[in-house]
T-cell receptor, first 112, second 113 residues
């Protein structure tokens, strides 16, 4: 059974700093990994999708990396802004199954 | 391009009642998945519909059921509501191909009293 872990559960960082969020998964036979952002009480916004054959994806100030063999992914946020404050969730899928298995998320607070 | 929409936004029910939640998928998407997110937790997979057929189910009892319509919109029905069913219910749509991203709606907040 796939288990996805995100540590830490919460993180506070001064504005302007670069930061890294971590995601680990127990079953490395994933098809892809997706990072989401969730504002309080709201739905999920897809940030980046990494296929299992890829090592990283970039979008603006965000860069996600994937090391499938070690069961890890990181989300790097450059030059953080107060608007980046949200909960960040990672989720994986397996071949032939679009079900997303989620971590419990990291709640990020950017301090102005 | 219209995104994923869900209705209602909020709902309050009492134990034992039944509820129906609705989801309109993003234009062109043929797959809808439903997730339950309890407070402080990650979303949990309930089930998925692909071209009107159930295509996978998570660890939820049979009182959670669903439908997908020819226009690919979907309903989630929950019978005999329990207090623990209080959660944010999220719908996601996609092209039915694991290569593609899943796009989520804003969710329905269900409170069971």
């Amino acid at each position: 059974k796939q288990e996805v872990t995100q540590i830490p559960a919460a993180l506070s960082v001064p504005e302007g700093e670069n930061l890294v969020l971590n995601c680990s998964f127990t079953d490395s036979a994933i098809y892809n990994l997706q990072w989401f952002r969730q504002d309080p009480g709201k739905g999920l916004t897809s940030l980046l999708l990494i296929q299992s054959s890829q090592r990283e994806q970039t979008s603006g100030r965000l860069n996600a990396s994937l090391d499938k063999s070690s069961g890890r992914s990181t989300l790097y946020i450059a030059a953080s802004q107060p608007g980046d404050s949200a909960t960040y969730l990672c989720a994986v899928t397996h071949f032939g199954n679009e079900k997303l298995t989620f971590g419990t998320g990291t709640r990020l607070t950017i301090i102005p | 391009e219209t995104g994923v929409t869900q209705s209602p936004t909020h709902l309050i029910k009492t134990r034992g009642q039944q509820v129906t939640l609705r989801c309109s998928s993003q234009s062109g998407h043929n797959t809808v998945s439903w997730y339950q997110q309890a407070l402080g937790q990650g979303p949990q997979f309930i089930f998925q519909y692909y071209r009107e057929e159930e295509n996978g189910r998570g660890n939820f009892p049979p009182r959670f059921s669903g439908l997908q319509f020819p226009n690919y919109s979907s309903e989630l029905n929950v019978n005999a509501l329990e207090l623990d069913d209080s959660a944010l219910y999220l719908c996601a749509s996609s092209f039915g191909d694991p290569d593609h991203e899943q796009f989520f709606g804003p969710g329905t907040r269900l409170t069971v009293l």
